[in-house]
């Protein structure tokens, strides 16, 4: 049976296919014809031309191979070559063949190969001596190419070596081994191997073969021989990067073959140009000079590849640097010592100067005037920060040149290399290094320093954003603590309106959370400031205190402190108690002495003020614990002071009354408006505005109540009443009060509500309970509401009175587990919360008045002037001076742009 082939790639694995089909009756002679003929074929479409005729004959007892190819080269057995792996499959052909011989035909040979099942030694070869007389191909215009001084072992290990590479891609090929995606590209690196120059490596192989040592090469090329030549090795290169990833048997080309076979292509190419271009061409260098090049060429790289691996070294460590100083003494510590530089300043730009943050190396000579750089000044330094470009200075004259103030610095000679730190087109500092004048070219140096340079850039960019975060983050807290402490104090001050309890909850629960010592001081009929109460950790300085504030009381016509205040009406805050100032509130040596037993270190005082009267002064001082009052602390504590002073002030009213049922009236007014702190009016995107009025003189004080804390995302507002009326009332709407202000602002609603109702439970009678309406107002204009038993809320919005439609739940007290109606506000509209009495007022006829009737009239003015007009239209319609019940409103408007 026959099979003609195109000397192709692909002719292997049809050859493969073909022999497997015709041996499949014959399995013992099956595996050694399908070996057989892929040598066989193999060799024809490296080394010969085609077409490839194959053969197969059987007789049942022996099979019989035969391919005819158009050439007359054929590879013989292996030979003793150190890379030699070419011969191999021959090697095994003769190992499985019976016997085996070549035979010239017209054009060409035919190599024949008979294979039997019983065991024999290894046949000799069978050549028809001096019948291969084939005449060199003829070249169309030949160009006669010498290269003198190529090494004949070297041309005999690298076609050795590139054999091998081409059967085993073969092999590989025949296997199928490569992907789908891989085979196109791997015949055509097949194609590039052996056909595009198969008479160029014939010939030279030949030449070599009969050479002692070196020689010189003679070639006839044609012009286009320069293009397959860079074919050639583009191809060798290719092979060598497939052994290198393990998918040949082969391994990649030593070195020294791979500079010997470019240095001898680039030869030929350079001889074949020298011959058709006009211009003359430069010496082609001798193999010895390329291969010394490549040594220097290689000795660079490893000089390179040891600077990048102690830059790695330096990048390791800075994975455990986290602080700006860290980093920067990493980079420097690390750069004096990996990369050999003598000395080593990493400098960090702060507003209008650079500021040294750390130092590195041998630094003699750097003065302290250098450690703090202005960006104006006519330093090197400064000059990269506002040129944005690295400096070189090299040697002790250019640098006292360029820069005269740096003559003293360094004594002996060196380049001083300084690089800009980079992020984002920002410059965030400067990275400054010195190297021995002589060594490493200032190119490579300068890669390495720019290099260094983004990487400490990089560094500190990350550790200054970490550190803006934790000063965001802290100063989050501290108002998270700030607003949590004022939930508590109110919840505290609002819980009692005995007059000392007041007093002493208010003093307590400063220390020590604000403060080491604090002093509430109010003013007596005769104008005169006395001392109601004092806190401190230890009781036994409190009395001791106590005893001191006796002995010298506060003058009234001192220029500062508390009586100051109280006159003024204005803080004080004293960071740091300077001695002048101590010594001039001394009265005697005794007083010297007891002042600075107490050890003040800071201190703050602020008036207690309630609707503008001034009732005393409240003063912080710290002490023990040496920490210092900053002017962020003034506001807070006037807050504290505020609420402190509308609890103070109930608690004296309330002390005051008689039982008449007016003065009790009066009292429990005043208590009711002192736990109702007004809201502020502006928080976030929200303008606010409250108002409560009591009901008729002769009805008992209701439990109308409501309140606005601000969130994290928003404001949290809450409107409540609390079933029945008098100071039982009053009470249970300020425990409402301090139970959700001292809610977390995360908790969600149905959680607040949930808590309000399990906390409220123990204080309520059997028939008691309290109605309420919880809303989260976000920054964006989400609403989010539950309802526990309270009529619904209004949206105001372009002219239009909306009522919301709300998941009404039970009041709080009666097992209330309230659902959250969402919604949402638009720039400008406003949502109206109230209770009761403003839906249940009836005018002199009896009718109720309805809501929207007095609301109207005032949706074109502000928060504050929309509730004036809805309570004075309620006193007009119900014609008389006081309401049927009490009454609560909270109107937010949102003036924010909605979301994004």
Same mark, same amino acid.
């Given at each position: 049976?026959?099979?003609?082939?195109?000397?192709? =790639?692909?002719?292997?694995?049809?050859?493969?296919?073909?022999?497997?089909?015709?041996?499949?009756?014959? !399995?013992?002679?099956?595996?050694?014809?399908?070996?057989?003929?892929?040598?066989? /074929?193999?060799?024809?479409?490296?080394?010969?031309?085609? !077409?490839?005729?194959?053969?197969?004959?059987?007789?049942?007892?022996?099979?019989?191979?035969?391919?005819?190819?158009?050439?007359?080269?054929?590879?013989?057995? =292996?030979?003793?070559?150190?890379?030699?792996?070419?011969?191999?499959?021959?090697?095994?052909?003769?190992?499985?063949?019976?016997?085996?011989?070549?035979?010239?035909?017209?054009?060409?040979?035919?190599?024949?190969?008979?294979?039997?099942?019983?065991?024999?030694?290894?046949?000799?070869?069978?050549?028809?001596?001096?019948?291969?007389?084939?005449?060199?191909?003829?070249?169309?215009?030949?160009?006669?190419?010498?290269?003198?001084?190529?090494?004949?072992?070297?041309?005999?290990?690298?076609?050795?070596?590139?054999?091998?590479? %081409?059967?085993?891609?073969?092999?590989?090929?025949?296997?199928?081994?490569?992907?789908?995606?891989?085979?196109?590209? #791997?015949?055509?690196?097949?194609?590039?191997?052996?056909?595009?120059?198969?008479?160029?490596?014939?010939?030279?192989?030949?030449?070599?073969?009969?050479?002692?040592?070196?020689?010189?090469?003679?070639?006839?090329?044609? !012009?286009?021989?320069?293009?397959?030549?860079?074919?050639?090795?583009?191809?060798?290169?290719?092979?060598?990067?497939?052994?290198?990833?393990?998918?040949?048997?082969?391994?990649?080309?030593?070195? /020294?073959?791979? #500079?010997?076979?470019?240095?001898?292509?680039?030869?030929?190419?350079?001889?074949?140009?020298?011959?058709?271009?006009?211009?003359?061409? =430069?010496?082609?260098?001798?193999?010895?000079?390329?291969?010394?090049?490549?040594?220097?060429?290689?000795?660079?790289?490893?000089?390179?590849?040891?600077?990048?691996?102690?830059?790695?070294? /330096?990048?390791?460590?800075?994975?455990?640097?986290?602080?700006?100083?860290?980093?920067?003494?990493?980079?420097?510590?690390?750069?004096?010592?990996?990369?050999?530089?003598?000395?080593? &300043?990493?400098?960090?730009?702060?507003?209008?100067?650079?500021?040294?943050?750390?130092?590195?190396?041998?630094?003699?000579?750097?003065?302290? @005037?250098?450690?703090?750089?202005?960006?104006?000044?006519?330093?090197?330094?400064?000059?990269?920060?506002?040129?944005?470009?690295?400096?070189? *200075?090299?040697?002790?004259?250019?640098?006292?040149?360029?820069?005269?103030?740096?003559?003293?610095?360094?004594?002996?000679?060196?380049?001083?290399?300084?690089? !800009?730190?980079?992020?984002?087109?920002?410059?965030?500092?400067?990275?400054?290094?010195?190297?021995?004048?002589?060594?490493?070219?200032?190119?490579?140096?300068?890669?390495?320093?720019?290099?260094?340079?983004?990487?400490?850039?990089?560094?500190?960019?990350?550790?200054?954003?970490?550190?803006?975060?934790?000063?965001?983050?802290?100063?989050?807290?501290?108002?998270?603590?700030?607003?949590?402490?004022?939930? $508590?104090?109110?919840?505290?001050?609002?819980?009692?309106?005995?007059?000392?309890?007041?007093?002493?909850?208010? #003093?307590?629960?400063?220390?020590?959370?604000?403060? $080491?010592?604090?002093?509430?001081?109010?003013?007596?009929? @005769?104008?005169?400031?006395?001392?109601?109460?004092?806190?401190? #950790?230890?009781?036994?300085?409190?009395?001791?205190?106590?005893?001191?504030?006796?002995?010298? =009381?506060?003058?009234?016509?001192?220029?500062?402190? +508390?009586?100051?205040?109280?006159?003024?009406?204005?803080?004080?805050?004293?960071?740091?108690?300077?001695?002048?100032?101590?010594?001039?509130?001394?009265?005697?040596?005794?007083?010297?002495?007891?002042?600075?037993?107490?050890?003040?270190?800071?201190?703050?005082?602020?008036?207690?003020?309630?609707? @503008?009267?001034?009732?005393?002064?409240?003063?912080?001082?710290?002490?023990?614990?040496?920490?210092?009052?900053?002017?962020?602390?003034?506001?807070?504590?006037?807050?504290?002071?505020?609420?402190?002073?509308?609890?103070? &002030?109930? +608690?004296?009213?309330?002390?005051?009354?008689?039982?008449?049922? +007016?003065?009790?009236?009066? %009292?429990? @007014?005043?208590?009711?408006?002192?736990?109702?702190?007004?809201?502020?009016?502006?928080?976030?995107?929200?303008?606010?505005?409250?108002?409560?009025?009591?009901?008729?003189?002769?009805?008992?004080?209701?439990?109308?109540?409501?309140?606005?804390?601000?969130?994290?995302?928003?404001?949290?507002?809450?409107?409540?009443?609390?079933?029945?009326?008098?100071?039982? +009332?009053?009470?249970?709407?300020?425990?409402?009060?301090?139970?959700?202000?001292?809610?977390?602002?995360?908790?969600?609603?149905?959680?607040?509500?949930?808590?309000?109702?399990?906390?409220?439970?123990?204080? *309520?009678?059997?028939?008691?309970?309290?109605?309420?309406?919880?809303?989260?107002?976000?920054?964006?204009?989400? /609403?989010?509401?539950?309802?526990?038993?309270?009529?619904?809320?209004?949206?105001?919005?372009?002219?239009?009175?909306?009522?919301?439609?709300?998941?009404?739940?039970?009041? *709080?007290?009666?097992?209330?587990?309230?659902?959250?109606?969402?919604?949402?506000?638009?720039?400008?509209?406003?949502?109206?919360?109230?209770?009761?009495?403003?839906?249940?007022?009836?005018?002199?006829?009896?009718?109720?008045?309805?809501?929207?009737?007095?609301?109207?009239?005032?949706?074109?003015?502000?928060?504050?002037?929309?509730?004036?007009?809805?309570?004075?239209?309620?006193? &007009?319609?119900?014609?008389?001076?006081?309401?049927?019940?009490?009454?609560?409103?909270?109107?937010?408007?949102?003036?924010?742009?909605?979301?994004?």
């Amino acid at each position: 049976m026959q099979l003609v082939l195109a000397a192709q =790639p692909d002719a292997v694995p049809k050859a493969r296919r073909f022999a497997a089909e015709v041996t499949r009756d014959l !399995p013992d002679f099956q595996d050694g014809v399908e070996l057989v003929v892929t040598e066989l /074929v193999t060799n024809a479409v490296l080394h010969a031309a085609g !077409p490839v005729v194959l053969q197969l004959r059987t007789d049942g007892e022996a099979v019989r191979v035969e391919v005819t190819d158009g050439g007359g080269s054929f590879a013989l057995t =292996p030979r003793d070559l150190p890379m030699g792996m070419t011969g191999r499959g021959l090697g095994l052909v003769a190992a499985y063949a019976s016997a085996w011989g070549i035979a010239p035909v017209d054009g060409g040979k035919t190599v024949w190969v008979e294979l039997r099942p019983d065991p024999h030694d290894v046949a000799p070869i069978a050549i028809d001596d001096g019948a291969f007389d084939w005449p060199d191909d003829e070249l169309e215009s030949p160009i006669e190419v010498r290269i003198p001084g190529v090494r004949a072992d070297l041309v005999l290990a690298v076609r050795a070596h590139t054999d091998g590479l %081409v059967r085993d891609l073969q092999l590989a090929l025949a296997a199928g081994s490569f992907e789908p995606s891989t085979v196109e590209i #791997v015949q055509r690196l097949l194609d590039d191997l052996t056909l595009v120059v198969a008479e160029y490596r014939d010939e030279t192989a030949r030449q070599a073969a009969n050479a002692d040592g070196s020689f010189t090469l003679v070639l006839h090329a044609t !012009p286009d021989s320069i293009a397959k030549a860079h074919r050639h090795l583009e191809a060798l290169d290719e092979a060598d990067r497939f052994a290198r990833s393990a998918q040949l048997l082969s391994p990649p080309a030593p070195a /020294v073959l791979r #500079v010997f076979r470019r240095w001898l292509g680039e030869s030929v190419i350079h001889a074949v140009r020298a011959q058709i271009e006009p211009e003359p061409m =430069p010496v082609q260098l001798s193999f010895e000079a390329a291969l010394a090049k490549e040594v220097s060429r290689l000795a660079s790289l490893s000089e390179a590849a040891e600077r990048l691996s102690a830059l790695q070294r /330096v990048t390791g460590a800075l994975a455990h640097a986290h602080s700006l100083s860290d980093i920067a003494r990493t980079v420097t510590m690390e750069a004096a010592a990996e990369l050999h530089a003598l000395s080593a &300043r990493a400098y960090l730009l702060r507003g209008d100067r650079l500021q040294v943050l750390a130092v590195g190396g041998d630094v003699p000579g750097w003065v302290p @005037d250098f450690d703090e750089i202005p960006l104006d000044s006519h330093l090197p330094a400064a000059e990269v920060v506002r040129t944005g470009r690295p400096l070189v *200075l090299r040697g002790h004259a250019q640098l006292t040149d360029r820069f005269p103030a740096l003559a003293a610095v360094y004594e002996d000679e060196r380049a001083v290399h300084l690089a !800009p730190l980079i992020v984002d087109s920002r410059c965030i500092g400067v990275l400054g290094l010195t190297f021995p004048l002589l060594g490493v070219d200032d190119a490579t140096q300068n890669d390495f320093v720019a290099t260094l340079a983004d990487t400490l850039a990089q560094a500190l960019d990350r550790a200054l954003v970490i550190e803006r975060l934790a000063e965001t983050n802290a100063a989050l807290n501290a108002a998270n603590d700030r607003l949590t402490f004022l939930a $508590d104090a109110s919840a505290a001050l609002s819980g009692s309106l005995d007059y000392q309890e007041t007093v002493d909850a208010i #003093v307590n629960y400063m220390v020590p959370r604000l403060a $080491d010592w604090c002093f509430i001081q109010l003013l007596n009929e @005769d104008g005169q400031l006395h001392t109601v109460a004092l806190s401190h #950790v230890d009781p036994d300085r409190v009395a001791w205190a106590h005893e001191v504030g006796r002995r010298y =009381p506060t003058r009234m016509d001192a220029a500062f402190g +508390a009586a100051n205040v109280v006159r003024t009406g204005r803080s004080e805050l004293y960071a740091e108690l300077p001695t002048e100032l101590i010594e001039s509130a001394v009265e005697d040596d005794e007083h010297r002495e007891i002042i600075r037993e107490f050890a003040l270190s800071s201190a703050l005082v602020v008036p207690l003020a309630a609707d @503008d009267e001034v009732l005393g002064a409240l003063t912080l001082t710290f002490a023990e614990s040496g920490r210092r009052y900053a002017p962020a602390d003034v506001a807070f504590a006037e807050d504290v002071a505020r609420r402190a002073a509308l609890a103070l &002030r109930s +608690a004296v009213t309330y002390r005051a009354q008689t039982g008449r049922l +007016a003065e009790v009236q009066r %009292v429990a @007014d005043a208590a009711q408006r002192a736990i109702l702190a007004p809201p502020p009016a502006r928080l976030g995107p929200l303008a606010l505005a409250a108002r409560y009025v009591a009901a008729a003189a002769e009805a008992q004080v209701g439990g109308d109540f409501y309140e606005v804390v601000s969130g994290g995302t928003g404001a949290r507002l809450l409107i409540g009443d609390v079933r029945g009326k008098g100071l039982a +009332a009053v009470r249970t709407a300020t425990l409402v009060l301090g139970e959700f202000r001292a809610a977390r602002r995360d908790d969600s609603l149905p959680e607040v509500a949930a808590r309000l109702d399990r906390r409220m439970r123990p204080y *309520l009678e059997d028939e008691d309970f309290v109605t309420a309406l919880i809303a989260d107002i976000h920054d964006d204009g989400r /609403v989010e509401l539950v309802s526990c038993g309270h009529p619904p809320p209004l949206v105001l919005t372009s002219g239009q009175i909306v009522e919301l439609t709300v998941s009404a739940d039970l009041p *709080l007290g009666l097992g209330a587990e309230p659902e959250v109606t969402h919604s949402q506000l638009g720039s400008g509209d406003r949502l109206l919360l109230y209770t009761d009495g403003a839906i249940e007022a009836r005018d002199a006829r009896r009718r109720f008045i309805e809501l929207a009737s007095v609301l109207q009239p005032g949706l074109d003015q502000d928060p504050a002037g929309l509730l004036e007009t809805v309570v004075s239209g309620l006193h &007009r319609r119900v014609g008389q001076e006081r309401l049927n019940d009490d009454l609560a409103l909270l109107v937010a408007e949102y003036r924010g742009t909605g979301p994004a």
